[in-house]
């Protein structure tokens, strides 16, 4: 069962953020921009009205077969790379060469990656990967969530599929030589497989390591992915509010590129990288500006859907906007508009987490007060 609220040294209420992982593999693209930035400004600003976790640990899905079969793959063709020069585009190519070659490693292949990863070992090219990415939180000001640490799920898979079986929503056939399942049926919910025959776990399975343990101790439990992941975060949705935890699910749309949406898989993504977007934005905006126009831009302008197709010149004209309120919120006189709790809690439903789109896009629109200066610092810079 959640905490009671009364419970806490803070006597505030308990909200755990757990937006989906990125694969280290590839850059950053417009769609992982969107969500990164999207779930940090919820955590900040719900932090000012409830105690926050901001829980994303790439640790925790390295030992998925997409992660552990890239690397088999780079090992096998690209023998003694010094992965410590590549960019993260190079990677990436690596990472579309991987997926375009169809092949599917065996267990026995993968097994000693998985092994390492239980013990901390991330292999070169998603650490070169996880870098770079670190770098880029820091020019975007996103709080790095602990990218290059090691943070191992409280629970390893066979005690997760334990307490899965022990809560009557698992079917472990793994004795009998075959798979896992998670099994909610009796909710309407299909029956996933999580575990393979021959033990390798799928993301859903490394979700469950990683947030079984943890969701009980909150208060309100939010998941923050993709819209195509859809059927399976409804399945944790039921696995956790089964336990007695609040859960918000939260999708959000892709953004399209030339008005396709296109997994980064298949590439796609070249001069629409974070880092090709950074670099093209910093010599016109002062950081601030940079960092407040890229949260207007993909959190406000695109929404949480997925019909607007990414604009270059969208995205230089809320570096602007940014740069204007800026200089609104610093020249506003008596400094801040009151609490900080109430700026940000009226963006609230019925739900504990602070909503970014609607707290967002309340800084646009003619007509509107310069914004709360400690609002923009707590929030977005």
């Known amino acids: 069962m959640a905490l009671d609220p009364e419970q806490h040294t803070t006597g505030r209420r308990r909200v755990l953020v757990a937006p989906v992982t990125i694969t280290p593999s590839k850059p950053l693209t417009p769609s992982h921009l969107k969500g990164l930035l999207w779930a940090d400004a919820m955590s900040r600003a719900t932090a000012a009205v409830a105690d926050v976790t901001f829980r994303y640990s790439p640790t925790s899905y390295h030992r998925t077969e997409q992660t552990l079969g890239f690397w088999e793959f780079v090992d096998r063709t690209q023998g003694d790379t010094d992965y410590a020069e590549l960019s993260a585009e190079q990677v990436g190519e690596l990472y579309v060469g991987y997926r375009a070659a169809g092949e599917r490693p065996s267990a026995e292949a993968l097994r000693p990656y998985a092994d390492a990863v239980e013990q901390g070992w991330v292999h070169p090219a998603s650490a070169r990967v996880l870098a770079l990415w670190a770098e880029e939180y820091a020019r975007l000001g996103l709080r ?30 793994r004795s009998a030589g075959g798979p896992v399942y998670l099994d909610a049926t009796r909710y309407g919910l299909p029956l996933r497989r999580i575990v393979t025959s021959d033990g390798r776990p799928n993301y859903l399975a490394c979700a469950l390591r990683e947030l079984l343990p943890l969701a009980p101790d909150f208060d309100e439990v939010v998941l923050l992915y993709d819209r195509e992941l859809d059927p399976d975060y409804r399945l944790l949705e039921r696995v956790f509010t089964a336990g007695g935890t609040a859960v918000r699910r939260v999708p959000i749309g892709r953004v399209p590129v030339d008005g396709r949406i296109l997994s980064a898989r298949h590439g796609g993504w070249q001069g629409h990288t974070a880092g090709a977007l950074l670099d093209a934005a910093e010599p016109g905006h002062s950081p601030s500006a940079l960092r407040l126009g890229m949260r207007l831009y993909f959190i406000a302008g695109l929404g949480p859907g997925e019909k607007q197709s990414f604009r270059k010149d969208l995205l230089h004209h809320a570096m602007g906007r940014a740069e204007r309120l800026l200089d609104g919120a610093a020249a506003r006189d008596g400094g801040s508009a009151g609490p900080l709790a109430e700026a940000v809690g009226r963006h609230r439903r019925d739900h504990l987490y602070v909503d970014p789109y609607r707290l967002t896009s309340s800084l646009l629109g003619r007509g509107r007060p310069a914004p709360d200066p400690k609002l923009l610092t707590a929030v977005y810079l």
């Open 144 to 173: 790095d969530p602990g990218l290059e640490r090691h943070q191992p799920p409280r629970f390893g898979l066979d005690e997760m599929v334990e307490r899965l079986c022990a809560a009557g929503l698992g079917i472990d056939q």
